[in-house]
Protein backbone atom coordinates (compact mmCIF):
# COMPACT_ATOMS: atom_id res chain seq x y z
CA UNK A 1 0.00 0.00 0.00
CA UNK A 2 2.95 2.91 1.11
CA UNK A 3 4.40 1.81 -2.23
CA UNK A 4 1.67 3.09 -4.16
CA UNK A 5 -0.55 -0.29 -4.99
CA UNK A 6 -4.01 0.72 -4.45
CA UNK A 7 -5.57 -2.50 -4.95
CA UNK A 8 -3.71 -3.13 -1.36
CA UNK A 9 -6.09 -0.44 0.37
CA UNK A 10 -9.15 -2.38 -1.48
CA UNK A 11 -8.48 -5.52 0.32
CA UNK A 12 -7.79 -3.95 3.56
CA UNK A 13 -11.39 -3.15 3.08
CA UNK A 14 -12.84 -6.05 2.47
CA UNK A 15 -10.62 -7.90 5.05
CA UNK A 16 -11.53 -5.67 7.95
CA UNK A 17 -15.11 -4.01 6.70
CA UNK A 18 -17.17 -6.56 8.34
CA UNK A 19 -15.19 -6.40 11.43
CA UNK A 20 -14.75 -2.89 11.67
CA UNK A 21 -18.98 -2.23 10.91
CA UNK A 22 -19.89 -4.53 14.54
CA UNK A 23 -17.45 -2.30 16.39
CA UNK A 24 -18.90 1.16 15.28
CA UNK A 25 -22.57 -0.02 15.18
CA UNK A 26 -23.39 -0.49 19.02
CA UNK A 27 -22.18 3.20 19.37
CA UNK A 28 -24.24 4.42 16.78
CA UNK A 29 -27.63 2.29 17.04
CA UNK A 30 -27.89 3.15 13.34
CA UNK A 31 -27.28 1.65 10.40
CA UNK A 32 -26.67 4.12 7.70
CA UNK A 33 -24.93 6.45 10.42
CA UNK A 34 -22.46 3.31 11.31
CA UNK A 35 -21.58 2.86 7.16
CA UNK A 36 -20.81 6.74 6.91
CA UNK A 37 -18.42 6.46 9.66
CA UNK A 38 -17.27 3.59 8.80
CA UNK A 39 -16.39 5.15 5.27
CA UNK A 40 -15.08 7.96 7.33
CA UNK A 41 -12.68 5.95 9.39
CA UNK A 42 -11.43 4.40 6.24
CA UNK A 43 -10.37 7.70 4.51
CA UNK A 44 -8.69 8.14 7.76
CA UNK A 45 -7.10 5.06 7.78
CA UNK A 46 -5.61 5.67 4.19
CA UNK A 47 -4.29 8.98 5.23
CA UNK A 48 -2.95 7.73 8.75
CA UNK A 49 -1.30 4.47 6.88
CA UNK A 50 2.47 6.56 6.53
CA UNK A 51 2.55 6.80 10.33
CA UNK A 52 1.81 3.26 11.37
CA UNK A 53 3.50 1.64 13.53
CA UNK A 54 3.33 -1.55 12.33
CA UNK A 55 2.35 -3.20 15.94
CA UNK A 56 -1.25 -4.23 16.00
CA UNK A 57 -3.13 -3.37 12.54
CA UNK A 58 -6.28 -5.05 14.02
CA UNK A 59 -6.42 -2.82 16.88
CA UNK A 60 -4.90 0.18 15.43
CA UNK A 61 -8.11 0.23 12.57
CA UNK A 62 -10.38 -0.52 15.15
CA UNK A 63 -9.21 2.38 17.45
CA UNK A 64 -9.91 4.69 14.59
CA UNK A 65 -12.95 3.43 13.62
CA UNK A 66 -14.16 3.85 16.91
CA UNK A 67 -12.81 6.92 18.13
CA UNK A 68 -14.64 8.38 14.47
CA UNK A 69 -17.89 6.98 15.90
CA UNK A 70 -17.63 8.64 19.04
CA UNK A 71 -16.78 12.21 17.55
CA UNK A 72 -19.69 11.31 15.33
CA UNK A 73 -21.73 10.57 18.09
CA UNK A 74 -20.90 13.85 20.16
CA UNK A 75 -21.20 15.94 17.12
CA UNK A 76 -24.71 14.16 16.82
CA UNK A 77 -25.96 14.51 20.48
CA UNK A 78 -24.79 18.19 20.42
CA UNK A 79 -26.52 19.09 17.40
CA UNK A 80 -29.45 17.92 19.07
CA UNK A 81 -29.07 19.38 22.38
CA UNK A 82 -29.09 22.49 20.27
CA UNK A 83 -32.23 21.54 18.73
CA UNK A 84 -33.76 20.52 22.19
CA UNK A 85 -32.44 24.05 23.74
CA UNK A 86 -33.86 26.29 20.56
CA UNK A 87 -36.74 24.34 19.10
CA UNK A 88 -38.33 22.05 22.16
CA UNK A 89 -41.25 20.83 20.52
CA UNK A 90 -39.52 19.91 16.90
CA UNK A 91 -36.55 18.06 18.56
CA UNK A 92 -35.88 14.81 18.42
CA UNK A 93 -35.38 12.54 21.35
CA UNK A 94 -31.21 11.33 21.50
CA UNK A 95 -32.15 7.32 21.53
CA UNK A 96 -28.72 4.99 23.01
CA UNK A 97 -29.36 1.47 23.63
CA UNK A 98 -27.92 1.57 27.12
CA UNK A 99 -28.21 -1.86 28.00
CA UNK A 100 -26.24 -3.58 24.59
CA UNK A 101 -23.79 -1.27 25.68
CA UNK A 102 -23.28 -1.80 29.07
CA UNK A 103 -23.02 -6.10 27.87
CA UNK A 104 -20.57 -5.11 25.47
CA UNK A 105 -18.65 -3.37 28.64
CA UNK A 106 -19.49 -5.97 30.87
CA UNK A 107 -17.76 -9.02 28.24
CA UNK A 108 -14.61 -6.86 27.62
CA UNK A 109 -14.57 -5.73 31.26
CA UNK A 110 -14.37 -9.82 32.21
CA UNK A 111 -11.79 -9.92 29.72
CA UNK A 112 -9.21 -7.66 30.69
CA UNK A 113 -9.65 -9.25 34.45
CA UNK A 114 -8.78 -12.34 33.06
CA UNK A 115 -5.85 -11.13 31.38
CA UNK A 116 -4.39 -9.11 33.73
CA UNK A 117 -4.65 -11.90 36.33
CA UNK A 118 -2.54 -13.78 34.46
CA UNK A 119 0.17 -11.12 34.52
CA UNK A 120 3.05 -12.10 36.56
CA UNK A 121 2.21 -10.60 40.34
CA UNK A 122 5.21 -8.10 40.22
CA UNK A 123 3.92 -6.38 36.91
CA UNK A 124 -0.25 -6.19 37.63
CA UNK A 125 -0.19 -3.85 40.45
CA UNK A 126 1.56 -1.12 38.32
CA UNK A 127 -0.43 -2.43 35.10
CA UNK A 128 -3.63 -1.48 37.38
CA UNK A 129 -2.82 1.08 38.89
CA UNK A 130 -1.44 2.91 35.60
CA UNK A 131 -3.86 1.71 32.99
CA UNK A 132 -6.87 0.66 34.88
CA UNK A 133 -7.10 3.08 37.99
CA UNK A 134 -4.91 5.92 35.69
CA UNK A 135 -2.61 6.47 38.62
CA UNK A 136 0.61 8.66 37.54
CA UNK A 137 4.08 7.44 37.66
CA UNK A 138 4.83 9.36 41.00
CA UNK A 139 1.36 8.21 42.65
CA UNK A 140 2.39 4.64 42.17
CA UNK A 141 5.86 5.40 43.34
CA UNK A 142 4.54 6.75 46.26
CA UNK A 143 1.85 4.41 47.10
CA UNK A 144 4.18 1.70 46.46
CA UNK A 145 6.83 2.92 48.28
CA UNK A 146 9.53 2.64 45.00
CA UNK A 147 11.11 5.00 42.82
CA UNK A 148 9.54 6.10 39.78
CA UNK A 149 12.65 5.15 37.92
CA UNK A 150 11.13 1.42 38.98
CA UNK A 151 7.62 1.90 37.83
CA UNK A 152 8.67 3.13 34.39
CA UNK A 153 11.10 -0.50 34.23
CA UNK A 154 7.92 -2.23 35.53
CA UNK A 155 5.74 -1.40 33.27
CA UNK A 156 8.34 -1.64 30.22
CA UNK A 157 8.65 -5.09 31.39
CA UNK A 158 5.19 -5.74 31.80
CA UNK A 159 4.09 -4.08 28.28
CA UNK A 160 6.96 -6.63 26.76
CA UNK A 161 5.59 -9.49 28.72
CA UNK A 162 1.68 -8.58 27.05
CA UNK A 163 3.20 -8.49 23.36
CA UNK A 164 4.72 -11.82 24.09
CA UNK A 165 2.15 -13.66 25.55
CA UNK A 166 -0.95 -12.00 24.34
CA UNK A 167 -2.44 -12.24 20.98
CA UNK A 168 -4.44 -9.41 19.26
CA UNK A 169 -6.97 -11.91 18.39
CA UNK A 170 -7.74 -12.71 21.72
CA UNK A 171 -8.28 -9.95 22.91
CA UNK A 172 -11.29 -8.97 20.42
Given at each position: ????????????????????????????????????????????????LPRY?????????????????????????????????????????????????????????????????????????????????????????????IEIK???????????????????????
Amino acid sequence: MLAGETDAFRAIIETYQAYLYRAVYPILNDQKDAEDVLQEAFVKIFVSLPRYQHQGFKTWITRIAVNTAIDYRRKRSNRREYLTDTHEEHAMPVSENAAELEVVRKERGELIAKYVNDLPANYREVVVAFYLEEKSYQQIADEQGIEIKTVASKLFRARTWMKKHWKEEDLR
